[in-house]
């Protein structure tokens, strides 16, 4: 259920985003539309709308909501455009990127997390496209994409995720620093002749991308 305590709690969210420097309002509409608490355990819904990670299953967090408006920003996300998550999660990301108006196809690695979040955002009326498997792949079957979001810990820059991205697109990816202790947000463009313009951004930490994960075969929701 999400009641007007909920709504008047995602307004003082938006107010703290905002407040810390988001500027895209069709971003911060979404982090203001979302209903957080539905992610998230009941018992700890009084945690929902702080701005912090939090923990869910399988050793993983839903992102601090800061977090997720700041790599949506850099995304630059317009409606209509095909957009590939690497790393469902819970799956907010996914739905704030379905607010804005984007075809959403996101892949998750870890089979509990994928059945937990497939069966939530049905039951709550968002539909990107789920798939179970590597990140590091991509969806080849859906590509080219216009813009590529990796919300892991990267210690590289997939390049059969490059392969994917359209010319004038963007990936979003948070790289490894040299020792690991944090990750720097990356703005990849892939120019028109097929060469990469590169723009680092702040530090964040992020859970780690793990590459060749054994998997059950690609599913889509």
């Known amino acids: ?10 307004k003082k969210l ?13 971003v911060l509409r979404a982090i203001e539309t979302v209903p957080r608490h539905l992610f998230m355990d009941s018992s700890f819904v ?17 992102s601090q909501p800061y977090t997720v408006a700041y790599q949506t920003e850099l995304l630059c996300v317009k409606p209509g455009e095909k957009v590939l998550e690497i790393g469902t999660g819970s799956g907010y990301q996914a739905c704030v ?23 939530l955002l049905q039951s709550i009326g968002y539909t990107p496209k789920l798939f ?13 994409f216009h813009k590529i979001l990796i919300t892991a810990a990267a210690p590289e820059i997939p390049a059969k995720l490059l392969e994917q991205l359209k010319p004038g697109g963007y990936m979003v990816i948070p790289r490894n ?24 951004f702040d530090k964040f930490c992020f859970v780690p991308m793990l590459q060749n ?9």
Do not use: W
């Open 97 to 119: 990127l379905c607010e804005m108006g984007a075809k959403v196809f996101s892949i998750e690695r870890q089979k509990l997390l994928f059945d937990q979040t497939k069966k």
């Open 132 to 144: 179970f498997g590597d990140g590091y792949a991509g969806q080849p079957a859906f590509a080219p």
């Open 177 to 200: 620093s040299d020792n690991g202790d944090y990750q720097i947000m990356m703005r990849i463009t892939k120019k028109t002749d097929g060469t990469l313009d590169v723009e680092e």
């Open 213 to 221: 994960k054994s998997f059950e075969g690609f599913e889509e929701r």
């Open 1 to 10: 259920m999400d009641t007007y305590r909920h709504k008047g709690l995602r």
């Open 46 to 62: 009084e945690f929902a709308y702080r701005d912090s990670a939090f923990p869910i299953a399988a050793g993983q967090t839903i």
């Open 14 to 26: 938006v107010e703290t985003i905002r407040a810390k420097g988001i500027k895209d309002e069709a």
